[in-house]
C-alpha cells in the first residue's frame, strides 16, 4: 500500500508563486512515473505535470512555461513549483503516482487526498 500526502496548496494573488510538495510512503516502496492533477468546481480531472524516475517531464499546454516539475527520488517526493500563477489556476490539486504492490504483484495507480489552490485577483 502506498500513501502520497501533498502540501503547500493555500491563497495566492494573480501573479504569485506557490510550491506543492507531495511524499510517498509506504511498505517495500517502489515507484515509477510521478503526476499532478487537478480539478476546479464542476469539472474534470486534468492532468498538469508528469515526471518520471529518469527526470523526463511533461507538462499540459496551460502550464507550460510557468510550471516545473520535479522529484526527489532518495525522499520519494515529487514538487509542483507553480510560477505566474493566474486565477484560472484555481483548483485542488491531486498527486498522482504508479507504484508497484507488492502483495498483487503489479504496478497500481495511487492518489492524494488533494490540496487547494486558490489564486485571487
Known amino acids: 500500500q502506498v500513501q502520497l500526502v501533498e502540501s503547500g496548496g493555500g491563497l495566492v494573488q494573480a501573479g504569485g508563486s506557490l510550491r506543492l510538495s507531495c511524499a510517498a510512503s509506504?511498505?517495500?516502496?517502489?515507484?515509477?512515473?510521478m503526476r499532478w492533477y487537478r480539478q476546479a468546481p464542476g469539472n474534470q480531472r486534468d492532468f498538469v505535470a508528469s515526471?518520471?524516475?529518469?527526470?523526463?517531464?511533461n507538462y499540459a499546454d496551460t502550464v507550460k512555461g510557468r510550471f516545473t516539475i520535479s522529484r526527489d527520488n532518495a525522499k520519494n517526493m515529487v514538487f509542483l513549483q507553480m510560477d505566474s500563477l493566474k486565477q484560472e489556476d484555481t483548483a485542488v490539486y491531486y498527486c498522482?503516482?504508479?507504484?508497484?504492490?507488492?502483495?498483487?504483484?503489479?504496478?497500481?495507480?495511487?492518489w492524494g487526498q488533494g490540496t487547494q489552490v486558490t489564486v485571487l485577483s
Open positions: 498522482n503516482a504508479v507504484a508497484y504492490h507488492a502483495d498483487q504483484k503489479t504496478w497500481l495507480d495511487y
Open positions: 509506504g511498505s517495500r516502496l517502489a515507484i515509477d512515473i
Open positions: 515526471v518520471t524516475r529518469g527526470g523526463n517531464t
